[in-house]
């Protein structure tokens, strides 16, 4: 880690919080043994078997983002809901979209919390995301001795450079807005920069990663071959560093990428993909072979653990990605019933999203014994709700969480059905 720390103050104030949320969370019962009593395994070390990896994938959720450094009673309170509903994979649970202002307060702040996470129960893994996006603010950070060091290349006193990870012929260059652009992989300031968040999210206390759309950012990629040079050389740090010397790597994509048989990813993920019920607003399903849907096909090849899978198993998740700017009617593609997945989902009622839990719950396992539904614990809203509701929490409303969904009853009910 660097040398910035820090302030005594913060660190004095982290320090005492961790004691009192470990003191509560045991009091509340929320701890966990290395299995549990039903004899569900979470026990992995240097690699993960295909069936280790579905107990986790069957109790994940979406918690976008768990790290509230201002609000400690919410964090509290969502770390007393992971335990309480068994969730054990905590997907998105801290991310880089825009670079952080301060990198080092960033990362020190989600190893502190980690920690009190793993306090909680220590079978939980955590998901960082790295995504296809990249910003002038890499400009501002210098590049650590140890980057150049795990690259084989003499160590260069300079901060990372921006201009050094975009495409040459100027493709995708301030796509998502001026000065944040779509990076090529190809380029070896880019895979330093990756490989630079991967690890420090590793020296966190996190155990799995998300890699976003990758294919965007491999355009010169033809072959994954610089997509499997960094992705190799993190889980060569993490066989060394990691909490369990394992690092679970994802990205979004609907059939996988393959090297000589082998795939690059652990597992995939990709949003549910809801159809409109015809003339039945706001209802939607879930149909085989609708749109760009992963139903039914993932490809299957040797895992990185080593086993081989039929079919790599995935997640699905109740996606966010903006405003259509028309909520409410059906436009067709991607949106259900004019909104984003979890815009649709916020405004069912509560009744509704109940059910519509177990449904999709149901209706995955029983046509693609392959895939895991990621339950939404926390995800930003593209349309605020009566200029109130900016986030859905499935938190039970409370006075930590005055805004929830209430949600935990049913995540806990089919979490639990694995226990039978």
């Not at 996006?133 to 921006?162: E, K």
């Not at 796509?175 to 880019?190: C, K, M």
């Not at 004019?338 to 149901?362: C, M, P, S």
């Amino acid at each position: 880690m660097s040398e910035a720390r820090l302030p005594s103050k913060t660190i004095r104030f982290l320090s005492g919080f961790s004691v009192l949320l470990i003191v509560y969370l045991n009091l509340c019962g929320c701890h966990s043994d290395p299995e549990t009593e039903s004899g569900v395994s979470f026990r992995f070390e240097g690699s993960i078997s295909a069936e280790v990896l579905d107990n986790f994938l069957n109790r994940a959720v979406s918690h976008q983002i768990l790290f509230t450094d201002h609000d400690p009673v919410l964090l509290m309170d969502d770390i007393r809901m992971f335990c309480e509903t068994s969730a054990k994979f905590i997907g998105r649970a801290a991310i880089i979209w825009d670079t952080p202002q301060a990198i080092e307060p960033f990362f020190e702040s989600r190893a502190t919390i980690a920690g009190q996470v793993h306090a909680a129960d220590p079978e939980i893994i955590l998901q960082g995301g790295l995504f296809e996006t990249i910003d002038t603010l890499i400009n501002r950070i210098m590049i650590p001795a140890w980057v150049f060091d795990d690259f084989g290349i003499a160590p260069q006193n300079r901060p990372f450079s921006y201009n050094s990870t975009l495409y040459p012929d100027g493709r995708y260059r301030d796509f998502w807005q001026p000065g944040a652009s779509v990076p090529d992989i190809s380029r070896l300031e880019t895979r330093l920069w990756y490989y630079y968040c991967a690890r420090r999210f590793i020296d966190c206390g996190f155990e799995a990663i998300h890699f976003g759309v990758v294919e965007i950012v491999a355009d010169n990629d033809p072959d994954f071959e610089a997509y499997a040079d960094l992705l190799n050389r993190i889980r060569q740090y993490a066989r060394l560093h990691a909490r369990r010397k394992l690092v679970l790597c994802d990205a979004h994509l609907n059939t996988g990428i393959f090297r000589n048989g082998h795939s690059l990813f652990d597992f995939l993920s990709y949003p549910l993909r809801i159809e409109e019920i015809a003339g039945q607003p706001p209802q939607g399903q879930l149909i085989m072979g609708h749109d760009d849907s992963i139903y039914g096909r993932t490809r299957g090849g040797i895992t990185p653990s080593g086993w081989t899978a039929e079919r790599l198993p995935y997640l699905v998740e109740i996606d966010n990605w903006g405003s259509s700017g028309q909520g409410g009617q059906n436009i067709g593609g991607i949106w259900i019933w004019g909104w984003d997945e979890i815009d649709w989902f916020a405004r069912l009622t509560e009744t509704e999203r109940n059910h519509w839990l177990i449904y999709a719950y149901n209706w995955i396992k029983t046509n693609d014994p392959c895939g895991h539904f990621q339950l939404p614990t926390r995800r930003i809203l593209a349309d605020p709700i009566d200029g109130i509701y900016y986030w859905y929490y499935a938190n039970n409303a409370s006075a930590a969480c005055q805004l929830g969904f209430n949600q935990e009853a049913t995540i806990r009910t089919i979490f639990n059905q694995h226990d039978d």
